[in-house]
């Protein structure tokens, strides 16, 4: 497997602008996290996803952000509009359960708004 | 509510000396705990992680911790750090429930002197 998989690896927008990342999890895991991990604040968990149902979406900070998950392999996390305090490293992890119970994250995008 | 305190920002280790990296959790029930590296630009590495059991674990890497539920603690020790071991780690505790979530530290910064 190839793990989890995001898209793009940097990305630089200006204040204003949509920004969408990309999240391919590992497949047959059930669950998917997105994190942000900033200087501040260390690695906060945005929301998570249960068979692409949102579960738990009391992280995300502002109704500027949004997640979706449309499938099973696929998810995104939208911030519109962006703001320059909303530059940090997002991460997607998924996670399967059972015996090989754990998470595996993916490389994060590393998002700069100016 | 979870939590994670790593008391350390920064440690410094002489290459060939021995590391424990500390780490103490919060959780009301029985955790379930990791630790991930972190290079530089790079994303989360697992380390190790314990369920139940053994309360000494092994990792890659030459990596162990060790389980103290009466302490609530699960440090992370080497017994000979090499320079490549230069990152940033972070200890986090989640549950074994479906709906249980992943909650890090603040991490600890490794720093390896010649």
């Known amino acids: 497997d190839a793990g989890v998989i995001q898209s793009p690896r940097h990305e630089v927008t200006e204040m204003g602008q949509e920004v969408t990342l990309r999240c391919k999890p590992i497949?047959?895991?059930?669950?998917l996290f997105w994190y942000r991990q900033t200087m501040m604040r260390g690695l906060e968990l945005l929301i998570y996803?249960?068979?692409?149902?949102?579960?738990?979406d009391s992280g995300m900070p502002e109704d500027r952000f949004s997640a979706k998950m449309p499938n099973a392999s696929f998810s995104t996390l939208k911030i519109q509009p962006s703001e320059p305090r909303d530059s940090a490293v997002y991460f997607c992890?998924?996670?399967?359960?059972?015996?090989?119970?754990?998470?595996?994250f993916g490389s994060g995008t590393r998002l700069t708004v100016v | 509510a979870q939590s994670v305190t790593q008391p350390d920002i920064h440690i410094t280790v002489s290459e060939g000396a021995s590391l424990e990296l500390r780490c103490n959790y919060s959780?009301?029930?029985?955790?379930?705990l990791f630790w991930y590296v972190q290079s530089p630009g790079q994303g989360l590495q697992l380390l190790l992680k314990?369920?139940?059991?053994?309360?000494l674990v092994q990792g890659i890497k030459g990596f162990e911790a060790e389980f103290k539920r009466s302490q609530s603690s699960f440090n992370l020790r080497k017994p000979s750090v090499h320079w490549s071991d230069a990152a940033e780690y972070f200890c986090a505790v989640g549950g074994n429930s479906g709906y249980s979530t992943l909650t890090f530290g603040k991490g600890t910064m490794l720093l390896v002197s010649p």
């Open positions: 996803f249960n068979n692409n149902v949102p579960i738990d």
């Open positions: 992890a998924s996670r399967s359960l059972g015996p090989h119970y754990g998470y595996t």
């Open positions: 314990y369920f139940s059991g053994d309360t």
């Open positions: 497949s047959g895991h059930d669950y």
């Open positions: 959780y009301g029930a029985t955790p379930y």
